[in-house]
C-alpha cells in the first residue's frame, strides 16, 4: 500500500523520507497541496483525516514549514504531507472546503505564525492569543515578547 | 428570521465555568428554546507551553507536558518522551513498557469515571455522580499506589519510567480491579437501562459517520460515530502490541453511545492493567538519562482518554527543542461539537457539551443568542444543567 501511495502522489512530490521512529512524509509543491489532498480524497473516498497543521519557523532558512498530518482510515496509516512557503510572505491555499476539520488548525497557524490561508474566509486575529498582543506571531522564532519588541 | 418579531437571542455561556469548571465560551444563537448556531471562542486558557518547550530543556519539558493537561497528564509525558526518545534513538526497556501502559490505563480510567460522573450530575443525576465519583478514588488510590502521586504522575521519564513495582503492590493492584470491575459493570447497566437517562441522551446530539470524518474527531467521540480508529492498536506504542483488548466502535452516534464507549472501554482497560500486570516482564526500568538529542525529526501519537495525541519534535542538536508542536484532542473535536447543538434546546447543551468530554485546559476554549430580539445571555452550566432537569 505504501508503494501504491507514493505512486498515488509521485507526480507532486519534490522529496520523501522517514521521520525518526518511522513514520513517512512527503514534501510537495505549495502550489499542489489542493491537488495532493484532491488525489487522497479521491483515492480514499473522503476518508483522510487531517490530525493537525505544524507550523515550523525556519528563521535560517527564510521559510516557514508547514507540516500537513495526515490519517488515512481505509489503510490506517498516518502520512505527513510538508510545503515551505517563504517566511516574509507565507501564504498557502486553504483547504477547508476539501477538510472541513482543519478550520481550527489553519486559525491556529494563521493567529500564531502570520501565515495567510487563501479562500479560508474564517481567518481572525487573534484567535487564541490574548487580545492585547494584537498582530503578533509569537510562534516566531524572532518574536521576543511584547516588552522586547 | 433576524430582526423579525420572533428574531434570535445570544445566550453566552461561559467563559467562567462553561463545562467541567474550566473557562471557555460558547454563543448560543436561539431561537426561543432552540439551538439555531453555536459558536465556540477558544483562547482563554492558552499559556504559551509551545514556546516554553522551545525555552527549556528536553529533561523540563517532561514536567511541563505533564502540565498541559491534569486529567490526562499521563498520556502527554508518554507521548512527549516517546518523542524525544525516537529523536535521541533510544527504546525503552521492555518492563516500563508494560508499567506505561499500566499507568496510562489506570489515567483512562480515572477520566472516564470522572466524566461519567460529570455526565450524570449534567443529566440530574446526582446519586449516580456521587456513587461513580466514590468508585474513582479506587482507581486514584491506585495511581498513587504506583507512581507515589494521585493526579500529576511524574512516572514517565525519557528511555523509561521512573518507579517499579514489587510483588506486593502488583498484588495489592490486582485485588482492587475485580472490585472496580464489579462497579463498572453495575455502571454500565444504569446507563444501558435507566430511563431518564436514556431519554436525556438517545438520539441527542447525532454526529453522523460521515461528519465525524470531514470534521476529523477523535477519540470515543470518533468510535462512538462508527469510525474504527485507536492508536494503541492502529499505531501500537508502549506494550499496547503485545497486549489483547477490544477497540469499542458503536454505530448509533448520539449522546448515549459516546458515553457507553466510554464505559466499556473502561472495562477493556481494566483487562488491559491486570495482564500487562501479569505478564510483566523482568529487567530493567530506565536506560541511563540523555541530555541532549542529535539533529531530527519525530512524530509521536499516543491515545489519550479523549483521544488522539500528537506531538512533534524538531531538533536542531542540544538540550533544547528547536520546535515542539502539540495537537490535543478536544481542539479536534470542537469544530463537529459546535454542529451537534443546532436543532436541540438550551436544555440539551449540558448533555451533548458533556459527551464531548471536553478538556479546554489542553485545548485550550460559549454565549446563547435569542434569535429574535438578539439578547445576549450569560448562562452557566450550573444553571443550565438545572433548567434541563425541570
Redesign the interface.
Known sequence: MESKLSEKLKDFIIESGK???G?EFFKVDRGKLRDVFNALLREFK??V????I????RLDEKKIEL?Y?I?I?PI?K?I?IKVDTPRDDPKVDSIIDL???????EL?VHDLFGVKFIGNSYLVK?????EDLGSAT??RKDWRGPSRQ | MEGSLTSIINLIFGPQHPALHEPELFRFKVEGEIVVKAEPR??YV?R?I??LFEKNTYIKGIYLSERICGICNVAHTVCYC??VE??M?IEPPPRAKYLRAVVHELNRIHSHLLLLGVAAEELGFDTLFMLIWRDRELVMDLIELITGNRVMSAFNTIGGVRRDVNAETIEKVLKVLPKLEERVKYYRKVFEEDPTIRKRTVDVGILPR?DA??????GPMARGSA?D?DIRR??PYAAYDEIPFNVIVRDECDVWARLMVRVDEVLESINIVRYALEHLPSGQIRLPLKRSAPP??????VEAPRG?L?Y?L?SKGGITP??L?V?TPT??N???ASKLFEGHTIADIPAILVSIDPCFACT??VTLVDVKSGKSTKVSLRELARRGRE
Open positions: 521521520f525518526k521512529g513514520s473522503g476518508e483525516h487531517v490530525t493537525t505544524t507550523a515550523i519557523d507540516d498530518e490519517w482510515y490506517k498516518a505527513t477538510v472541513p476539520g482543519a478550520l481550527l488548525y491556529e487573534p484567535f487564541i492569543i490574548s509569537p510562534l | 477558544i483562547g492558552h504559551g509551545e514556546k516517546q518523542v525516537n529523536v534513538n460521515r470524518i470531514r470534521y476529523c474527531v477523535v469510525v480508529v492502529d499505531i531530527g525529526e519525530a512524530i509521536s501519537r488522539e500528537l512533534h524538531v528547536y520546535r508542536k495537537r481542539l479536534a470542537l469544530l463537529a485550550d476554549r
